[in-house]
């Protein structure tokens, strides 16, 4: 009996310990399947619905746009699905399509794309991110309803294998922003066989995902994973060195580290905050510091007084001292922010307007009739529930009560009613945040322009918003940015928001994951990672 | 017995109805809506959105409409996951809960019971002290503390279990002892209490008196009346195991239906929120009238009530 027993533990412990010392992650190595924590459940793989990080990561591998994501640099174009293109004036786009095949075996054609675009247009769908696509000429009138005949539409297939699109102003880094999973084709014959054009809860991808990329969907199981395995019809499926990828969703970012300590993950999507100056200190070869096009600002009000006097406006930001919040707060080698685009896009060097001057912050508020902070009203500073988020308000409460001698309350608010408040414009100082789309400053600067929906802060500039208009004429690529760094420069002399720090990724990837490269819009080109 | 359960099922369905109807306004009054996204919508597209779903019609055809389609299981699409209704989802998942929450259960009784009974028998000897501040404990670490520690110690130093996941019999090892930690040492403390209270009755004593052996006493004797208060504590306590414990689902990545029914309240998806809602009541009206008949099965004095 005894002996029975003791056999049977053992069964029950070889079950959980086979052992051998080979984790997943190494077995996954052997098989050639990359293992990758990416954030939550995506409530979308469909290109024209999806509108988070973590659904893009995974339609990157499934489905390739005219133009494939450059594995190293994001400001570059890699030909896709189009093998050629040219343009006149940045204007008139014409790109030649490859000989590529659908996962059904349907070839890729230019009316797919047409369609495609016809689909994210529709007023019905609701696609929350066809404003991607208002550069081209029409789309925007169509999207509202105000025209009904996509045929005015600037998208033309001239023929199998040719695709002309029409913009409404010259857009010379047209190809950047056509990576984006906006401009994405989708196969149209399934998307009929599962509903219409223009239904929003039309099933095809769980039904059916057809798809033209490196990879294709082959198990998806809600919070759990979604797998993809290599695409043998995929164009370029030589250059494929992977034979799979599982996303896995985890929300926790404590699960994740654990995850990746344990050998289960080549990738953890985010670290525990606590935990990035611990690997720093150990110079954890695993762990990543990378640029990522974001920043982290405050929107100040500038309709409320005394916020719409540009003096209290700068005060305020002279007294924030960014390098204390970087260095002591948020730890994570993010980047002080004197200005509003973050760096890395090559060419544009705007002025590092905002910077810590405590002399030159109590001056300014003596200026606006607020000597030490007497008579300041109390304002409130809001932020969305999160301890981070939190920490930061604080250091910057502190910092202006000690150098302006002005009490502002923090408060905070649950997400939705947060962003509810903030698009309301029913605050005065309220956390803010923005990621770039593409590879270029005026994914940026358009939120503050007067007609802007993400302009929370109403500001409101003739001169910055003209600016900015001018600079889609202009066809020197250096006297267009320095057009852009000027409305930068005129907005940041006005100083309607208050930058903080500009966004870094911070992840773990195991060593023997090469290809891998720093993007500062962490979109993948999977085709180029591979194991050493 | 039929009649009681008749009875019971009658009295549920105001109950139901009452709750569907505090949850529907509560979710209208809630600030932000399905579609408020960082990134702030254009306004046709949140008119086209809003038109779609139907949150543009009159509030009483919503109202009615919805309370339709919880009768009839003819649920709309998910404004959260397109494509997706609320079946959909509860059928996915539920699935999951349910068995992550009756092998909880079963961890929680196997440790709950036998430390309770050996307590009260013991009272105040090491083996009640011991047992009973181990439970105190228990109850007052929340299951975000103990799921990570367990997973720490069995996932990354022992490396015995799966960190996270939901895919083989051994993953379910650690989500089931984090979440039935917490349920034993509650039971364990209902056990002692329900055991001293009945080892001090008279029938007790008679059974002592007439030389009955302590164990026989305890196990056969007093058990069937001092396991009353943890019947009474498990017909709410299953069904709040069994529709999904957010905490530990999220900690150790299980797909069940805990994480959905506080993420369709953070994403405002109305259809799921109600849902999700009135299944969780469902389950506790069912699984109190189950406790209700079995307790009228223990105890013969409540059978003439």
Redesign the interface.
Known sequence: MTNRLFCSTLIVIHCFNPFSSATPADDAIEEGILLLGNGSEPHSLDPHINSSMNGHHVIVSLIEGLIAPHPTDDSLPLPGMAYKWGHENNTVWTFHLRDAKWTNGDPVTAHDFVYSFKRILSPRLGSQYSEMLYSMKNAKEYNEGEITDFSQVGAEALDERTLRVTLKEPVPYFYNIIKHNSWFPVHPETVEKYGTIDDPANNWIREEYVSNGPFKLKNWQMNQIIEVEKNPGYWNADQVKLNGIKFYPIVSENTEDQMFNSGALHYSYTIPSDMIPVYRERNDPTLKIEPFLGVYYYSLNTKVPPLDNPKVRHALSYAVNRNTIVRRITKGGQLPAGNFTPPGISGYEPESIASFNPKRARELITEAGFPNGEGFPKLTLLFNTLESHKAIAEAIQQMWKSILGIDVEIRNQEWKVFVNTRHEGNFEIARNGWIGDYMYPDTFLRILQSDSGQNDAQYSNPEYDQLIAESFSETDDQRRLNLLAEAEAIMLNDMPIIPIYHYVRTYRIDPRVKGWNPTPLDVRNFTSVYFE | MLRFILIRLGQAIPILLAIYTITFFMVLA????P????????P???E??ME?YGFNDPLPIQFFRTLWQHITFEFP?LT?????TSKD?IV??FPVSLELGLLAMIVALAIGLPVGILAAAKKNSILDYAPMSLAMVGICLPTFVIG?LL??VF??W?????????FSF?DRILPACTLGLFYAAYIARLTRGGMLETLNMDYIRSARAKGAPEFKVVIVHALRGGIMPVVSFFGPALAGLISGSFVVE????V?GLG?HFIQAA???DHSLILSTVLFYAALIIVANMIVDIVQILLNPKLRYR
């Open positions: 809630a600030p932000g809506g579609f408020t996204q960082e990134r702030k919508v254009a046709h597209i949140l086209q959105q779609y699409p959260s996951y397109p494509g997706l989802i996915d998942t990570p997973s720490l996932g990354v022992l490396g015995w279990l799966n960190i996270s996941g939901w051994a999220t900690i150790f990545q797909p994480r953070l994403s405002r």
